[in-house]
């Protein structure tokens, strides 16, 4: 796929997500390593399990020794993670409210 962007006409754009690559679930496609680091390398807590059902639909019907579905089947996990707990992103001081999608255990006084 060719668009023009500020580098000029003709400059390849790299799609980087499952729904930018219809081709990952293209029957006859051997699903890589590399489609669900691809997948998942960007997630955020917002979208984890967006990608989480997109990885899971990705790796279905793999053999369970499949790299590809070992993979996925890590991402699932680490993913489901990230959208329960949330990322943390360093220290919250006692005047300071937590990221929405973290949780925050404080002992009341």
């Known amino acids: 796929m060719t668009r023009t ?5 003709g400059v ?3 799609p980087v997500s499952g729904q930018e690559r219809p081709d990952r679930f293209a029957p006859g496609h051997r699903v890589t390593v ?3 680091r691809e997948l998942v ?4 807590p917002h979208f984890a399990l967006q990608i989480r059902d997109r990885v899971a639909r990705l790796i279905d ?8 579905r070992v993979e996925g089947e890590r991402a699932i996990a680490r993913l489901q993670r990230l959208a329960d707990h949330g990322q943390g992103s ?7 409210q937590p990221l929405p999608s973290m949780r925050l255990d404080r002992q009341e006084d």
């Open 5 to 9: 962007c500020e580098r000029g006409a």
């Open 12 to 14: 390849p754009f790299e």
């Open 34 to 36: 590399d489609d669900i």
């Open 41 to 44: 390398g960007p997630s955020t």
């Open 61 to 68: 019907g793999l053999v369970p020794d499949d790299p590809a």
């Open 90 to 96: 360093g220290h919250v001081s006692d005047h300071e």
